[in-house]
T-cell receptor, first 113, second 117 residues
């Protein structure tokens, strides 16, 4: 049973426009959500996180929105840049229960010139 | 600081052979994790450890064993490799300072690509 779902395997966005990556989850006990970015032949790197008690967190060009009632979160990148082309993973954890961190399958973002 | 170092980076095994992947971190992190990445499957948690001498099962633990004898090292073992274990393996570590510390942010190694023939 997949607890963290990224239903779009890939996304193409024009440079300078907004990129929106989506993530759904099934476990209402998750209390933190994170986004990681991965380039080929490298390990994932942390991008941004959000606590379940918030609905928005912003860091520079990156904003994560959380809709708890819909069990949905999204990552907005504005403006999109060529270096943003990568695979983005959504992850979730329940830090009051255990220390597992569960990842989605990832979305490959292509920024078009 | 080296961060998280995985060895070896590449390995080819024959079915039935055994091997150990080594993960070392120099950040004094308490928590360490092993994930595997397969096409279309994302990152799946194999085993993890919340401290020296402790290990726990993740989502896909079958066919793997782990040990955390020293805080800085987390070993992933394959006793009898199978073609289904062909994958890229990532080790990660994190530091926790209590429930008020915020999100558990992982630092990943560069990965170890394993091929089982």
């Amino acid at each position: 049973d997949q607890q963290v779902k990224q239903n779009s395997p890939s996304l193409s966005v024009q440079e300078g426009r907004i990129s929106i990556l989506n993530c759904d989850y099934t476990n209402s006990m998750f209390d933190y959500f994170l986004w990681y970015k991965k380039y080929p032949a490298e390990g994932p790197t942390f991008l941004i996180s959000i606590s379940s008690i918030k609905d928005k967190n912003e860091d520079g060009r990156f904003t994560v929105f959380l809709n708890k009632s819909a069990k949905h979160l999204s990552l907005h990148i504005v403006p999109s840049q060529p270096g943003d082309s990568a695979v983005y993973f959504c992850a979730a954890s329940n830090e009051n229960r255990d220390d597992k961190i569960i990842f989605g399958k990832g979305t490959r973002l292509h920024i078009l010139p | 600081n080296a961060g998280v170092t995985q060895t070896p980076k590449f390995r080819v095994l024959k079915t039935g052979q055994s091997m150990t992947l080594l993960c070392a971190q120099d950040m004094n992190h308490e928590y360490m994790y092993w994930y595997r990445q397969d096409p279309g499957m994302g990152l799946r948690l194999i085993h993890y450890s919340v401290g020296e001498g402790t290990t726990a099962k993740g989502e896909v633990p079958d066919g793997y064993n782990v040990s955390r004898l020293k805080k800085q090292n987390f070993l992933l073992g394959l006793e009898s490799a199978a073609p289904s274990q062909t994958s890229v393996y990532f080790c990660a570590s994190s530091s926790r300072t209590g429930r008020s510390s915020g999100a558990n942010v992982l630092t990943f190694g560069a990965g170890s690509r394993l091929t089982v023939l």
